[in-house]
């Protein structure tokens, strides 16, 4: 075949891998929103991915990508599949075992993630591996019979006619883009229709369901007080909304969690092991209180921080109808995608702060995103070693016998939140009228409370801010300083001091592996 030809050829071979990899996607997507326990195979290899990722590798994608990182990942499998069933679509147009081997190794590879999921079953696992695999190959077979040559006359010297240099003959071509495109068009429908209502399985609250009424007193109260909050537009409110809050775990995919049958466990260095249902969690004395968590991976100045409003069970009457033996030094909690984190048994019985089996946020019940049926909230603790969402279980074991999912991985296994501030208003890079200007914002150091915040304008003396009311110790507050803003470029930091008299550090250093050190520093252009 003329060179050109070939390289033709070729081209319409890797579309071929890369179609067939698709629709065996698609397959997986559907099957998986039509049958629960069924295996997103994008999902279940990023669950691999993000399981076997070296150190350094969250911090990164978080800094890089925030909030969505997951639909990075996302992409970044698909887009990989795509280029490496497109080498395989040219191996098999040349050698079709080299193919066929190709996708089974493929299918063996989705296969091995999709078992290692706690969610999935291990039957439809396997069927739906081996449908996927089975539709792309018979896709990738037959796309590639459109790129061979088409059939060509008898000339009168006995020889076939030949056909124009440099590309597939006519038919062929336009078979194949008529064929293939069909069969690509209908893959992103039956993907989007698989993912669709492959979310749509996830369980949450049922819509209009309420929590019942608190009836223990938490260490704040319910209700904001009016002089919890500061007058000034654009700063972040003291309440963040669910649909506003941040959201950064492992799970690429919200767990489908069936509440009638779900439970969490208390086990390990216990007298009485005990499970308890939701119905049995809500019929409970409950408590609201306002608690600031925040994300390991937040850089200084990030948003990976929120206060909310927690209704739940108090963690320690559960061990305590449990009974926590002696030597207990680490509370393990299990969520039912399989994530752990570890705390200090003595962290949590510290009569200081109260942390809570979480089944409500903002006086709603937990949306599905933030943990339903139930979570823990650890105050004064990074989510990554205390927050566990979709909570399943909670050991009791000690400090040297497990270690958390993040720990192995080069994060600390001890997790206390930082003493931090940020400057909301004005923003990085803003212009501002000269005369009198707010610099506002919040700060955090739960769960020793804030004691006082100052700014810097360039290099002159620290001015303290105005502070909002703190709703307790575990929360964040608001701050607000007006300036008397100058014509020219200005640079504004911002530094905060806790309950303990430890003034927020300059020195910085990065997210890893106990969370990003330093103050926010800002610029303005005044004129």
Not at 20 to 45: D, Q, R, T, Y
Not at 418 to 424: C, F, M, N
Not at 444 to 470: C, H, N, Y
């Amino acid at each position: 075949m003329h060179p050109l030809a070939s390289r033709s050829a070729d081209l319409a071979a890797a579309a071929a891998g890369a179609i067939a990899a698709l629709v065996a996607i698609a397959v997986a997507e559907l099957i998986a929103g039509l049958f629960a326990g069924a295996p997103s195979i994008i999902l279940a290899i990023g669950d691999l991915v993000i399981a076997l990722q070296p150190p350094g590798a969250k911090d990164l994608m978080v800094s890089l990508f925030g909030e969505s990182d997951k639909l990075v990942l996302n992409l970044a499998i698909a887009i990989g599949a795509l280029l490496i069933a497109a080498g395989l679509g040219v191996a098999a147009r040349r050698k079709w075992p080299i193919g066929v081997i190709g996708f089974l190794v493929a299918g063996g590879v989705a296969l091995l993630a999709a078992l290692r999921q706690p969610l999935t079953s291990q039957v439809f696992a396997i069927a739906t591996v081996v449908v996927a695999v089975g539709v792309g190959l018979g896709v990738l077979r037959l796309l590639l019979a459109t790129t061979a040559p088409a059939w060509r006359p008898v000339t009168p010297s006995g020889q076939r006619a030949s056909t124009p240099s440099g590309s597939m003959p006519d038919w062929d071509r336009r078979s194949f883009l008529v064929l293939g495109g069909g069969v690509a068009a209908g893959a992103v429908v039956a993907g989007v229709v698989g993912r669709t209502m492959l979310e749509g399985q996830v369980t949450g609250p049922a819509v209009g369901s309420v929590l019942p009424p608190s009836t223990g007193s938490g260490p704040a109260a319910s209700s904001l007080p009016a002089d919890a909050s500061l007058p000034v537009d654009g700063i972040t409110p003291i309440v963040m909304p669910n649909d506003r809050f941040y959201r950064i775990d492992t799970a690429l995919a919200v767990p489908r969690v069936d509440v009638a049958t779900w439970q969490v466990k208390v086990t390990g260095m216990v007298d009485t092991p005990l499970a308890f249902t939701y119905d049995q969690l809500q019929a409970m004395p409950l408590f609201d209180q306002y608690v600031t968590i925040a994300c390991v991976s937040n850089e200084v100045g990030g948003n990976l921080v929120g206060n909310a409003l927690w209704t739940g069970v108090k963690l320690r009457d559960v061990l305590a109808a449990a009974g926590v033996q002696t030597g207990a030094t680490q509370i393990v909690g299990r969520s039912v995608d399989g994530f752990t984190v570890g705390f200090p048994t003595e962290w949590a019985m510290d009569p200081a702060r109260e942390p809570m089996i979480a089944l409500g946020m903002n006086g709603e019940p937990l949306p599905a995103q933030h943990g339903y049926p139930a979570r823990l909230i650890i105050p004064g603790l990074f989510g990554y070693v205390s927050a566990t969402k979709w909570l399943s279980e909670i050991e009791l074991t000690t400090w040297e016998a497990f270690d958390g999912y993040w720990v192995p991985l080069g994060w600390s296994k001890t997790g206390p939140i930082l003493t931090q501030s940020r400057i909301d208003v004005p923003r990085n890079n803003a212009s501002v009228p000269a005369g009198r200007a707010t610099v506002a914002g919040v700060a955090w150091a739960p769960d020793r409370g804030i004691d006082g915040v100052e700014i810097q304008v360039d290099d002159g003396a620290w001015m303290p801010a105005t502070l909002s009311k703190p709703l307790s110790d575990a929360t964040w507050v608001q701050w607000m300083v007006d300036w008397n803003a100058t014509t020219g470029q200005h640079t504004i930091s911002v530094r905060a001091t806790d309950g303990t008299d430890t003034v927020q550090t300059a020195d910085t250093s990065r997210p890893a592996p106990d969370g990003a050190r330093g103050r926010h520093t800002i610029k303005v252009n005044v004129g």
